[in-house]
């Protein structure tokens, strides 16, 4: 026993950094994976105002999909997740281009771009709200120009406030996918652009024939960000719409903040708590796999 | 000067109101509220300043945000921890949710002394009450079905105060067409529930208020008259100007205010909005009941939660008795906007809107048709509310039929019930 007490001593490298992540594992451990677990048993439960132990079987899950309010916000969650990582994609990627034509001040015109992932969402919607209301921000602009017949109130229009929620999110993240497309960019190799010069490719064939796919694995990078941040999304609707007009832009986050924090349905609130983290699961998981299986090759 | 004759009399009525165990003041309590913004903190600063004076010793826990959802939060986490507040800034049937979890605790001592049962309407009696004992206490009574009216906007098309709905939309269609926005609105959903129920009372009366609303009688959900009900509300929709979406009341009621609009259609915290501004009742602008027979009430209340030792449990009770003096409930009434819980405190230095408002509770008790407010959480638990939000606000932001109102809502009250 001693004298393994001293050869631990000796050697701290083999048991420091683990004492040293052991606290934050703990936390993470209680904070994140119990209190799944615990949201898991609330779903099944019958839990009002108070948690509830008593065992309720799949009836919240039954509530929750009668529930219309809950259609909408999967219809809303579909039509953000997926324009909103095309929307960011397919202007990040173009901005990458662009700035990997060796442009001038490529520095400031970087940061510019990148700067709005700099501030929070609530910053974003609560400017996105002023600049989109038709009484304040640009309808009434193009109105006082003269241009009279000028109508742009997506913002109030039940069928369209969702779309203004989409533009504010790739205003948002569009600079954050960019700086990731350039670096992919950035790191291939010159002597693959230039044998391709060589061999007579125009500019348009050398980055849709070789250098997008060999993007392959920064376009996965950006999907399985983005698709997090769609999913999650919560402070931006609340900022801009906040659900509304009604409830049409409601998002799986928001309903379930609703029902767990301003109805008392603690139960149905974990139901779509399980269901948007099932949801998160189908999306990183294989990646997660691939990954990891990548890595082990 | 004013503040120690105050207190002094305050003393005074202590020792002859209570009972002799009850007499001695002092005690300590913990109070969770959100009375945070500029009057309701001044009005719940008159309550700490009374019992401070009384002798006791005051915790004050306000949450601010959410307009309570914050607060809730907070408490559930304090009960939970077996560490409740003594008093809770709760209202309506979460009162009753609260008291079926085991968490209240009753005043019943001090409410038997003083008779509460005589001074209180019984509709408050009866939200106030868990299993024939009171473990809430009445602040006041705000009065929901209001139209408040700019006189100038209404005489420039010659109209006069709507007494009937059709009448109102006859001088809606007059406004609309000189170009002035009829009803000022905010879109936020407790906001046009807030509407709904006016009208509901409006067109259905308060018999079928209190079946549709309050007893949820679905054979009263899905009848002509509901359907009746939400065809108003689709008029109404074209009465409110196009960027009404998401605005607040207060933003509302300035448009009646400065003329762009003629009508709004809220609770009385809106004369504050009037007073602070310096208009006058009766000249600048009008408080009119709006069209249908009854008072729809939502009133703020404190509730009692198990505490333990001598010390709180005497607070508690010194704070029950406190809220419920006369002499308080006018001082606290006066700063808020609303009118007193107690239907015999002296009502003299009150304003036209409130002796109006003090005058139709008492005709509402004698005719039984006062009614609880769905839309401030005053008739049905927070879940049930929930869904009738939901389908109004829902239905008043798009183009839906009012027989596809009326299905959807008997739906989703049947499926709020089972929770």
């Known amino acids: 026993m001693r004298t393994d007490g001293r050869r631990l001593l000796a050697n701290p490298e083999t048991w420091l950094p683990r004492l040293v992540v052991a606290p934050s594992f703990a936390v993470i451990l209680v904070f994140v994976y119990l209190f799944i677990l615990w949201t898991l048993y609330i779903s099944f439960s019958h839990s009002g105002v108070m948690p509830n132990y008593r065992f309720d079987g799949l009836a919240q899950y039954i509530r929750l999909w009668h529930t219309p309010r809950w259609y909408v916000a999967l219809a809303n969650l579909g039509i953000f997740t997926s324009l909103f990582m095309i929307g960011c994609t397919a202007v990040g990627l173009l901005l990458a281009i662009l700035l990997d034509q060796r442009v001038r001040a490529e520095g400031v015109i970087r940061t510019i771009y990148l700067y709005p992932m700099a501030i929070s969402f609530i910053v974003t919607g609560t400017a996105w709200k002023w600049i989109l209301n038709p009484g304040l921000g640009i309808e009434r602009v193009m109105q006082s120009m003269g241009f009279t017949g000028f109508h742009f109130d997506w913002l109030v229009d039940s069928r369209m406030a969702i779309f203004t929620v989409v533009i504010a999110g790739v205003w948002q993240s569009s600079g954050y996918a960019m700086a990731l497309f350039l670096a992919g960019l950035r790191s291939i190799d010159d002597e693959i652009v230039k044998a391709a010069a060589i061999d007579g490719a125009g500019a348009f064939r050398t980055y849709f024939r070789i250098m997008l796919p060999m993007l392959r694995p920064v376009f996965l990078s950006v999907f399985v960000i983005l698709a997090h941040l769609a999913i999650k999304s919560f402070d931006l609707v609340v900022a801009l719409t906040n659900g509304g007009p009604g409830y049409s832009t409601d998002m799986p986050a928001t309903f379930m903040y609703a029902y767990a924090f301003q109805r008392s349905e603690l139960g149905m609130a974990a139901a779509s708590a399980v269901m948007m983290l099932a949801t998160v699961m189908a999306v990183i998981v294989p990646y997660l796999w691939s990954e990891l299986r990548a890595g082990r090759q | 000067m004013r503040f120690s004759g105050r207190a002094a009399a305050l003393t005074l009525a202590t020792g002859l109101l209570l009972s002799p165990g ?48 914050a607060a809730m939060t907070a408490l559930r986490a304090r009960v939970v921890a077996g560490n409740p507040p003594s008093a809770v800034q709760l209202k309506g049937p979460n009162i009753q949710e609260w008291a079926e979890q085991g968490a209240l605790t009753d005043v019943d001592a001090v409410a038997k002394a003083e008779n509460w049962d005589a001074v209180l309407p019984p509709v408050i009696a009866k939200i106030m009450k868990y299993d024939g004992k009171y473990v809430a206490v009445p602040f006041n009574i705000h009065r929901i079905n209001w139209i408040w009216v700019n006189p100038a906007v209404l005489a420039k098309v010659g109209a006069s105060v709507p007494t009937t709905w059709d009448e109102f939309n006859a001088t809606a269609e007059k406004l609309k067409a000189a170009g002035i926005i009829p009803l000022a609105h905010g879109g936020q959903p407790w906001q046009d529930l807030t509407i709904f129920e006016t009208v509901v009372l409006g067109i259905g009366g308060a018999d079928f208020y209190r079946k549709a ?123 808020k906007g609303s009118i007193p819980a107690r239907i015999d405190v002296p009502l003299d230095k009150f304003d036209d809107c409130g002796k109006k408002s003090a005058a139709d509770l008492k005709a509402a008790i004698a005719a039984n048709t006062l009614l609880p407010s769905v839309a401030h959480e005053m008739a049905v638990p927070r879940a049930i509310r929930g869904e009738f939000l939901d389908v109004v606000t829902n239905h008043f932001n798009s183009d839906m039929s009012s027989q596809d109102a009326v299905t959807q809502l008997a739906a989703a009250i049947e499926r709020a019930k089972q929770q």
């Open chain 2, 213 to 335: 609303l309050v007893d949820l009688d679905e054979n009263a959900l899905k009848s002509d008259t509901m359907i009746k009900v939400f065809d108003e509300m689709r008029k109404i929709r074209g009465y409110v100007d196009p960027n009404f979406s998401g605005r607040d009341w207060n933003l509302a009621t300035a448009m009646v205010m400065n003329g762009q609009a003629a009508f709004q259609i809220m609770g009385d915290w809106a004369k504050g909005e009037f007073l602070a501004a310096n208009k006058v009742p009766g000249k600048d602008f009008l408080c009119v009941p709006a069209p249908g027979n009854g008072f729809i009430l939502n009133t703020d209340s404190f509730a009692m939660f198990k505490v333990s030792g001598a010390d709180k449990i005497e607070g508690q009770q010194e704070l029950a008795h406190l809220i419920m003096t006369p002499d308080f409930q006018a001082t606290f009434n006066l700063t």
């Open chain 2, 22 to 69: 009850l007499a001695k003041a002092g005690g300590t309590v913990e109070v969770l509220h959100w009375w945070t913004s500029g009057g309701e903190a001044k009005s719940i600063g008159v309550l700490k300043q009374e019992f401070e004076a009384a002798g006791g010793k005051w915790i004050d826990s306000p949450v601010a945000g959410g307009g309570g959802d």
